[in-house]
């Protein structure tokens, strides 16, 4: 997505606690304009920087995205996949499955 400049999706929550979508460009996910080979995905890590935020263990999370020289953290990400059902399919086994969706 990054390489052929495509957003990703992007879900946040309004002060009204309402969920807003929108896009969001992968830079700004990573927090980084450095191209790939400048960074390190580290994959179920600890994201340093909160270490001074918790009294116990700080717990791995899902990605850390660092400068590839191991310097600098530069954002902790939570990785969510969503998958939707595909209606089509739905439709052709149960045409009554859309006045129930």
Not at 13 to 22: F, P, Y
Not at 84 to 92: T, V
Request: with cysteine; hydrophobic share 40%; aromatic share 8%.
């Amino acid at each position: 997505m990054r390489d052929n400049n495509t957003p990703a999706m992007s879900l946040k929550l309004t002060r009204e606690m309402k969920v807003s979508t929108g896009e969001i460009d992968i830079a700004e996910v990573f927090n980084s304009t450095l191209s790939n080979e400048y960074l390190y995905f580290a994959f179920e890590s600890r994201y340093d920087p909160f270490a001074g935020f918790v009294h116990d263990d700080l717990n791995p999370i899902d990605l850390v995205v660092e400068k590839a020289n191991g310097l600098q953290c530069l954002r902790p990400l939570e990785i969510k996949l969503t998958t939707l059902p595909d209606l089509l399919q739905l439709i052709s086994k149960n045409p009554c499955t859309v006045a129930n969706w």
